[in-house]
Every structure is written in C-alpha cells, then in structure tokens.
C-alpha cells in the first residue's frame, strides 16, 4: 500500500505543467512564464514546494478521497465578481483529511469546514477550501478513497506476513514431532519441549545439531499445501492492492512476466489513465 501511494504521488507531482494565458487572435494558448499564479505554485507554503503540494493531495485523495486546501488571504482586501470581500492568495495549505469535517446545512448545502488539527475547533467559510473528492455513492460531500477497497485485501496479506514472522520466529524451519516408544512422564515432557524451544527455536539457533534424551527422535514436518498457498495468497494480495491503486507492477517490483514491450505499455497506461486524469482534476479545481 505504501509503495503504491508513494508511486502513484511521486508520478502525479512530477508531471510537467505550463499555464498559458488564451490567445483569440491565433485561436491557441500562449504560454505565461511570470504571473503571480506560478509563484504560489512553486512555493504555495514556507518551505513548500509544487511537488510537496502536489504529493500531499494526491496521496490524501487515495488514503482518504478527500483533500482539503485553505486557501490563506492577505489582510488587504477587493470584492470578487459575486460582492466577496477578498483578498489575494498567498498560500496554499493542505489540510489532513482525518481532522476535517463537512457541516452541512439541508437547504443551502456546505455551511462551514470544521477543522480540529489540536483539540480545538477552526470554522473556514466554503470560500476559503478547496475540496477535492473522489466520488462516494453513500454522501454528497465527502468522498471515498481507493484504499478502503483494499482495505481487506490489506488485512489479508498483513496476517500472510505475520504468519511467516512467526515461521521464522519458532527456527526458520517447519515444526517438528518429537517421537519416542517410552512413557514420559508429563511434567519431563514439558521440560523437553520448553529446553528443545530453548536451544533450536529462532533463525541464530537454526540448524544447530541436538541430542535427544529417552530415544527421542525428532521428524520434521514437510510443507503441507496450505502453508505452500500462503506465498501465492501474499503474490496475489500485492497484485490486488496494485490494481485498486492503478499502480502498475512494474512499478512495484513485480517482474513476472515482464518485457520491455509490455512494461513499456504499462507505463504508457498509467500516464494516460491514471497520472493524467488525476492532475487534469487536481487543476481544474
């Protein structure tokens, strides 16, 4: 999930852009290269960068389908087209996801953006958002990010790769059976058990030679099936969260198959269908 996003946030920042300002003599844009707009682009914050801005977002909108941006105004105010008393924007703020909620009133929609980053509630008028959201079925005003899909998927393979921590915590090696025709008492067999773990369980203790008391022998257990399954079900739950996320495998590491014809189109793919589409939304809000 975390190769995915960052991915998919690191492609969509390094998109290159131009803003160009409309020509109706030759019917084309002529491109701008000193406006104020630029200027807050290339630092929309302190210490921020378009990438910076661009990373946020992106990854906010997959994690959460939400982004929210503040728009910070100057003291020094104009009215706009509709009578708003406004000011120049001198900073593009994300804002987090998780600390935001939507008021809303019934008959004239947003009412106000409550934000609390620190136990304290900040009220901002719908003007001063910029709220990007991925469409949800359930709400009007909030949106759905594609993690939540992946969410089980996630779940799954989180519970594939605790399994195999634990192979390897109990000695890299599948379990075994300790045999013997002798009757052990219970309490020696728990002391064999407990002093067996002891000396050959985890991966530095590994391969180590025992000597076994009563005749005991110690017959390892093969791999069965289910426990051979558990490196396809982890192949399988990476493959998925890739998908969700349109994140290509080529992308991720998954070389199965890979050419450089087909990874060629991929990337062709997932400039066009992915990188493309969310930055023409991105801009257009």
């Not at 084309?28 to 807050?40: A, C, K």
């Not at 804002?95 to 008021?103: A, N, S, W």
Request: aromatic share 8%.
């Amino acid at each position: 999930v975390f190769s995915c996003i960052s991915t998919n946030a690191a492609a969509t920042s390094a998109a290159p852009w131009s803003l160009k300002r409309w020509n109706p003599e030759t019917g084309q844009g002529d491109v701008v290269t000193d406006h104020p707009i630029i200027d807050l682009l290339e630092q929309p914050y302190p210490g921020a960068t378009y990438e910076t801005l661009m990373q946020t977002v992106d990854a906010h909108l997959d994690i959460a389908g939400n982004a929210f941006i503040e728009l910070v105004e100057s003291e020094r105010h104009s009215e706009d087209e509709d009578g708003r008393d406004r000011g120049p924007v001198l900073e593009l703020r994300p804002l987090l996801p998780t600390k935001m909620r939507v008021i809303v009133d019934p008959r004239e929609g947003v009412e106000v953006y409550r934000y609390r980053p620190n136990m304290r509630d900040i009220d901002l008028a719908p003007d001063d958002v910029v709220h990007l959201m991925l469409t949800d079925p359930r709400s009007e005003v909030k949106g759905v990010g594609p993690l939540l899909a992946a969410w089980l998927t996630a779940r799954v393979d989180q519970e594939a790769l605790k399994w195999n921590a634990g192979f390897f915590k109990r000695g890299a090696t599948p379990g075994v059976v300790l045999e013997t025709p002798e009757k052990i008492p219970a309490a020696e067999r728990t002391r064999i058990v407990a002093e067996f773990d002891s000396k050959f369980g985890g991966t530095d203790k590994a391969h180590k030679t025992a000597c076994l008391p009563y005749g005991l022998k110690a017959t390892p257990f093969g791999q069965t099936m289910r426990e051979m399954q558990f490196r396809e079900l982890r192949k399988m739950t990476r493959e998925e969260i890739g998908a969700i996320l349109k994140t290509p495998p080529i992308l991720l590491g998954l070389l199965d198959g890979a050419a450089y014809a087909n990874a060629y189109l991929q990337l062709q793919i997932y400039r066009d269908f992915r990188v493309l589409q969310r930055l023409r939304y991105i801009h257009a809000m």
